[in-house]
């Protein structure tokens, strides 16, 4: 009878453990919802609620609390072991800082816009880009003339935006930074 009994006390324990964890899990839950309602300058009337439920979870954890700590004297009268918890619950919220953008040397520039800092205002800036027709469309357009000048075939590179120059420029002091060459 007492392997029965410590058998049920270890199923009941058990199920107090996860039902534990799933209320610390809730728990953090409504914690990290209420600092979040709070730093976006919410008042208190606007989490309530949060706060009110919060308090009810604390309690059912207390009842828990109380019922695990029974139930385990109990275990130890009838001469059981006890039920080692291996739930390890921890949550991390995200840093209050943004995330870290990557500047790119001027040289470097890719052929869109970038962040970097402006060799004049030295300022960090993302770069306007625009293209304009350096060289390559020159070349593109007089091949076509040369080899196979069909109905205006010639002046398509002047409309495709891969075959020309990239300029980047400060959206602050309008300097020009830098021109990505094509060729």
């Known amino acids: 009878m007492s392997d029965a009994q410590l058998m049920n006390i270890f ?12 209320l610390t899990d809730k ?18 009337q606007h989490y309530s609620s949060e706060t ?12 828990l609390t109380q ?4 139930l385990e004297s ?15 619950s921890s949550t991390y919220s995200p840093p209050s800082y943004p995330a870290p953008q990557v500047i790119v040397e001027i040289e470097e520039l890719p052929r869109h816009s970038a962040r970097t800092q402006c060799p004049f205002c030295h300022q960090y ?32 590179p002047f409309c495709l935006d891969r075959c020309k120059d990239v300029v980047h420029k400060c959206p602050k002091c309008r300097s020009h930074i830098i021109t990505c060459k094509k060729l």
């Open 27 to 44: 728990r953090n839950m409504l914690a990290l919802l209420i600092q979040f309602k709070r730093n976006n300058g919410q008042n208190e």
């Open 125 to 156: 800036i993302t770069t306007e880009v625009t293209t304009k027709a350096g060289s390559a469309v020159y070349i593109v357009c007089l091949i076509s003339i040369l080899f196979c000048c069909i109905a205006g075939c010639c002046v398509i």
């Open 67 to 70: 019922k695990k700590l029974e």
């Open 74 to 88: 109990l275990q130890e009268r009838l001469g059981g072991s006890h039920l080692i918890e291996t739930t390890v």
């Open 11 to 22: 199923e009941e324990l058990n199920r107090l453990s996860f039902r534990r964890q799933q």
């Open 52 to 63: 009110e439920e919060l308090k009810e979870i604390d309690e059912q954890l207390k009842v």
